[in-house]
């Protein structure tokens, strides 16, 4: 899942010399989110390649593999305190582990663009959380943004065939049209566990740094999932998966635990924190855009109108506010 709300401290990736110009900046922000939304889709077909368990498990130990000198402790990174370590354990166990088992299983039971639209739901999602557990006020706009993601997940429920995969993925076996009410589902309870995940993260980033809070989730969901990876991975036959679906896990792995976060932290020391949660629109535009021209899914009339209230949802939520200043911490579950 990057999909990081990760503040960037001093030292981490770039020195305020370097860092990267408001245009650059704006640019990583949108291509972070874009990744998000992509490998969000692009997981359906890998969902449908590998049992949904292992697939987890391998794309957790792929990512440990790529940055096991992230999990070093820097000199001046304060010990871990028994409070920090279950908050990190929950980081991964809610935003990482849970996250990750409820989006593939959910993707792979409905549309791409019906896992968007609903994905389009978690700036709300996360004011809610902040409301509850950070006590911070929700404004008439962002209740307008609550109100907007279930107008547009309650359209998605009602849109005939929702679910239902294009003519053009006959190659993969279509969920039977009955389980697409509990594919919707599970990516909804995917964007609570994102919710929580942000929350969390928020009192994360003032304890850690952000490359080591993302190799230790990391870690953590690769410990989770191996007693599920391994059983699974004894059963099955890794000689019948096609070449392409591994250089899509290898990407998937890398994006979700490590290109969108860099990109995110990167586009943040440039742009006001506040602001750049309006990029988070970019999720479930990217999302849709891969099912329909990637994975050959259809868009219908009701779609269509459920995905554009979802984004107008996503717009009132995440449009920097008049009196928000430009150090405030980012909100964003992403």
């Not at 850690?208 to 099955?236: D, E």
């Not at 988070?280 to 009339?301: K, R, Y």
């Amino acid at each position: 899942m990057i999909r990081t709300p990760f503040v960037v401290h001093a030292g981490s990736l770039l020195s305020p010399a370097h860092a990267p110009s408001r245009i650059t900046a704006c640019a990583c922000l949108a291509l972070s989110m874009s990744l998000v939304g992509s490998y969000v889709a692009l997981s359906k077909p890998l969902a449908a390649a590998f049992p949904v368990l292992l697939l987890a498990w391998l794309r957790f130990g792929i990512a440990a593999l790529a940055m096991p000198h992230w999990l070093r402790k820097p000199a001046d990174e304060p010990p871990m305190t028994r409070r920090t370590r279950g908050l990190v354990f929950l980081e991964s166990f809610l935003g990482n582990f849970l996250f990750s088992i409820c989006m593939l299983f959910g993707v792979s039971l409905t549309s791409a663009v019906s896992a968007g639209v609903i994905m389009a739901s978690i700036p709300a999602m996360v004011a809610i959380a902040s409301a509850v557990f950070l006590r911070e006020r929700i404004t008439p706009r962002v209740a307008a943004a609550i109100a907007c993601a279930a107008g547009g997940i309650g359209l998605l429920a009602l849109a005939p065939g929702a679910g239902a995969h294009g003519a053009s993925a006959a190659t993969e076996p279509a969920p039977p049209s009955s389980l697409a009410w509990l594919g919707n589902l599970l990516v909804f309870g995917a964007v609570i566990c994102e919710a929580a995940y942000a929350v969390i993260g928020k009192s994360l980033t003032g304890k850690l740094g952000p490359r080591r809070i993302c190799a230790l989730i990391n870690l953590w969901g690769f410990v989770l999932s191996t007693p599920f990876g391994v059983w699974f991975a004894l059963r099955f036959d890794f000689g019948s998966v096609h070449a392409g679906h591994w250089a899509l896990l290898v990407a998937y792995a890398m994006a979700a635990s490590i290109w969108t976060v860099w990109l995110w932290m990167t586009g943040l020391r440039s742009v006001p924190a506040s602001q750049a949660g309006v990029f988070t629109v970019m999720l479930p535009v990217s999302a849709a855009l891969v099912g329909v021209l990637v994975l050959g899914e259809s868009l219908g009339t009701m779609q269509t109108g459920a995905f554009g209230l979802a984004l107008l949802g996503v717009v009132l939520a995440t449009w920097p506010g008049r009196r928000r200043g430009p150090n405030e911490p980012a909100r964003t579950a992403l």
